[in-house]
């Protein structure tokens, strides 16, 4: 039961880590060093869950004016004034 419970963990995560590897260049290294590497993941992984975000904010009005308020009213996100109206608008 122990190993059932830690696996079904584990196969929610393999297909992002799938995702990193084949499709955003996680399978190799772009430049020396632990520091490198662990920037190199922290971009890749900010790329894909950006792309994440555009497809949901794309996908339904009503998820997107969701997304849009948590994102720029909770996270403090600041925008320039135009742009914070078209997001309104959203």
């Known amino acids: ?11 929610k995560i393999e297909p992002k880590n799938a995702e990193l590897k084949r499709f955003h ?12 590497i662990r920037i190199q993941a922290k971009l890749t992984a900010l790329a894909v869950n ?24 909770r996270l403090q996100i600041n925008l320039p004034d135009g742009l914070w109206v078209a997001a309104r608008a959203a």
């Open 25 to 36: 260049g996680l399978d190799r290294a772009k430049g020396y060093g632990l520091r490198s």
């Open 50 to 73: 950006l792309k994440r975000i555009a497809k949901l904010v794309s996908a339904s009005k009503g998820l997107s004016s969701f997304i849009l308020r948590f994102l720029f009213c």
């Open 1 to 11: 039961p122990e190993f059932i419970q830690e696996f079904r963990k584990r196969a």
